[in-house]
């Protein structure tokens, strides 16, 4: 199983990205799919999850500002960021969560200009 992440890029303050991640393969047992991201020099952190039920919740750093959402038939999880801020650079990476173990991406860059 991979997962390939897409849709990060260079935008000025106030604008918006969309990142997409898909999995190829099979994954049994899918209990969530997440987003992190790592800014340079610090920790990865948790961004957002959509859980098997579809809810979702999301860090209150970037809470009203980043949509998550799904598209189980194509094992795909979306990011939508709106009023990006510089200190939303990072390198973004999905992460789906089964009951077996945990599945990362590759991580794709996002940086954000003041």
């Known amino acids: 199983v991979q997962l390939q992440a897409f849709g990060g890029g260079l935008v000025q303050a106030g604008g918006s990205l969309r990142l997409s991640c898909a999995a190829s393969g099979s994954i049994i047992g899918i209990k969530a799919m997440c987003w992190y991201r790592q800014a340079q020099g610090k920790e990865r952190e948790w961004v957002a999850c959509i859980i098997s039920n579809g809810n979702s919740d999301y860090a209150d750093s970037v809470k009203g500002r980043f949509t998550i959402s799904r598209d189980r038939a194509k094992k795909t999880v979306y990011l939508q960021m709106n009023s990006l801020e510089p200190r939303d650079t990072a390198v973004y990476y999905c992460?789906?969560?089964?009951?077996?173990?945990?599945?990362w991406g590759q991580g794709t860059q996002v940086t954000v200009s003041s």
């Open positions: 992460n789906i969560k089964s009951v077996y173990r945990d599945y």
